[in-house]
Each structure stands twice: as structure tokens, then as C-alpha cells.
């Protein structure tokens, strides 16, 4: 980028709900330079069990 808008200083911030908030903190995740704030919203607290295999936990101890 050889001409930068006038107005950016370069610094970036990520935000966003449900699958925003996660893809903001996977970005976070890899410490780009110019990523200076996050504010994930109404990110799920463990992807596997609420979205990959619901209930296997309860399932596989609950027995």
C-alpha cells in the first residue's frame, strides 16, 4: 500500500458478535502488528461443546 488514506495512522481494532467475536480472536491469536484492540461480543465460552458435539460431555459422563 504506497498511498495510506489520510485520516489512518495504520492501527486496526476487530469487533464483532458470534462468529465475528470468535474470527476477532483467532486473529488476536497470531499478535498481527497492527491490531490494537479486540472486542469479541457473545462469543460462545467452548466452541466444541455448544457447536461441534452438543451434549457429549453430559452424554459420555452422565452414564
Known amino acids: 500500500m504506497d498511498d ?3 485520516w489512518s495512522d495504520g492501527r486496526v481494532g476487530m ?3 458470534s462468529y465475528g467475536g470468535l474470527t476477532a ?3 488476536a491469536s497470531l499478535h498481527p502488528p497492527h491490531l ?3 472486542a ?3 462469543v ?3 466452541q466444541y461443546e455448544e457447536h ?4 457429549a460431555t453430559k452424554t459420555t459422563l452422565g452414564q
Open 4 to 6: 495510506p488514506a489520510a
Open 15 to 17: 469487533e464483532g458478535g
Open 25 to 27: 480472536l483467532g486473529v
Open 36 to 38: 490494537v484492540a479486540v
Open 40 to 42: 469479541p461480543q457473545q
Open 44 to 46: 460462545p465460552s467452548d
Open 52 to 55: 461441534v458435539h452438543p451434549g
